[in-house]
């Protein structure tokens, strides 16, 4: 029962709290069963064969909008599934301090580092280093 407490069910159906939680307890493991027992390419393969018939339908009423978006979720949701590689995430970023070396760990990515002086046409020239413009007499 929706929006009902444990105790506001005992009371409907004038039984022990403790009742309501045994049975709920139970209904979750039921549900945990089922999830043991998804064919996930069966579930793909459901996935397939709906989008198909969507997508032929969306054509013959010359939706293509709708045809796109079809084919689009359809991608989306294979990928989600593990059957379609999703494209990585690139970032291109000049660090400069700690600070910003921790906020791109934090985004878990994988980074390719472009060492200094290769030729990058966002990098920005090198700081000289002042202990070498320091002449001494």
Do not use: C
């Not at 709920?24 to 397939?48: F, M, Q, T, Y």
């Not at 978006?69 to 999703?86: V, W």
Request: no cysteine; net charge negative.
């Amino acid at each position: 029962m929706e929006g009902y407490t444990q105790e506001e069910i005992a009371q409907i159906f004038k039984i022990h709290r403790l009742t309501i939680i045994r049975d709920e307890k139970a209904n979750r493991k039921d549900a945990a069963k089922l999830v043991d027992e998804i064919d996930v390419k069966s579930i793909a393969g459901d996935l397939i064969i709906s989008a198909s018939h969507l997508y032929a339908k969306a054509l013959r009423e010359k939706d293509y909008g709708l045809a796109w978006k079809i084919k689009r979720d359809l991608i989306s949701d294979l990928q989600s599934l593990g059957y379609l590689p999703r494209s990585p995430e690139q970032y291109n970023v000049q660090i400069g301090t700690f600070a910003d070396l921790v906020q791109l760990a934090m985004k878990k990515v994988d980074a390719e580092v472009i060492e200094p002086g290769a030729n990058n046409e966002n990098e920005l020239p090198p700081v000289p280093d002042s202990r070498n413009d320091i002449q001494t007499n």
